[in-house]
């Protein structure tokens, strides 16, 4: 999550009036101290000896150190929580992160009335790819499947590896009518060049299938009504 805009400090007053008063005792010069130290957390004059003005810069230091190990706890976090939502082999969401974009694309739909597209993805023969050039080719297969997907969608699409070879792709402000026709084009890109695996090229073939968001019932139904559309249209080709 980025954050923008610059907090205040609370604590910029009392780094000022500590680094005034030093400054004035190491020149000697009185004149030079703030003229509401006195004030100073609640201290008078007399209080600032150099002993607590030391004790409360140690202080200042020690939650200065506190506060940037908060940050990289938070940074350590929001890294652990992204590697969480990543697919082991490919770049793509796995598929509990991309269930979970997908409720959210529903419930988006629902509240503001706006269109979007499931697209569902399978490699097709991938357990013959798998035989013929080993794992390491079936490997390389569904990353180039996923390259070329993300690098066909916009910004605000979500694309995802939902099962061994089965890719999900969310179309936002798309009807049905349009994911298919973008499904069409993606599945061209995927099929246009082979994959190399050491001295073989791999050809690609996938199938897909299109469901318009529907708010109205869960993101697995969602998610089946698409796989079932690819079927269909399996079935059709046949």
């Known amino acids: 999550m980025k954050i923008s805009g610059v907090r205040a400090d609370p604590l910029a007053g009392v780094r000022r009036r500590i680094a005034l008063q030093s400054a004035a005792d190491a020149s000697g010069l009185a004149s ?3 003229p509401d130290s006195a004030a100073f957390l609640g201290l008078s004059e007399t209080d600032l000896t150099p002993q607590v003005r030391a004790a409360l810069t140690q202080l200042l230091a020690e ?5 940037k190990e908060v940050a990289r706890l938070k940074a350590h976090l929001a890294e652990a929580e992204e590697a969480a939502d990543r697919d082991v082999l490919t770049p793509l969401l796995n598929r509990r992160a991309f269930m979970r974009e997908l ?3 529903q419930a988006f739909s629902q509240r503001y009335g706006s269109s979007a597209a499931l697209v569902y993805f399978d490699l097709d023969g991938f357990k013959a790819v798998n035989d013929r050039f080993g794992h390491a080719g079936g490997d390389e297969a569904l ?3 996923s390259t070329r997907l993300i690098a066909h969608v916009r910004e605000t699409d979500v694309v995802g590896r939902i099962g061994g070879d089965e890719f999900g792709v969310i179309l ?3 009807d049905e009518a349009a994911a298919a026709a973008k499904a069409e084009q993606l599945a061209a890109v995927v099929q246009a060049e082979p994959v190399q695996s050491g001295e073989w090229m791999m050809p690609l073939h996938i199938s897909w299938g299109v469901r318009q968001i529907d708010p109205a019932i869960s993101p697995e139904d969602m998610l089946a009504a698409a796989d079932d559309a690819m079927y269909a249209r399996k079935r059709a080709r046949a």
């Open 172 to 174: 936002a402000q798309a």
């Open 32 to 34: 030079a101290r703030a």
């Open 103 to 105: 409720g959210r694309t």
């Open 143 to 145: 990353k180039a499947v």
């Open 63 to 67: 939650i200065e150190e506190m506060r």
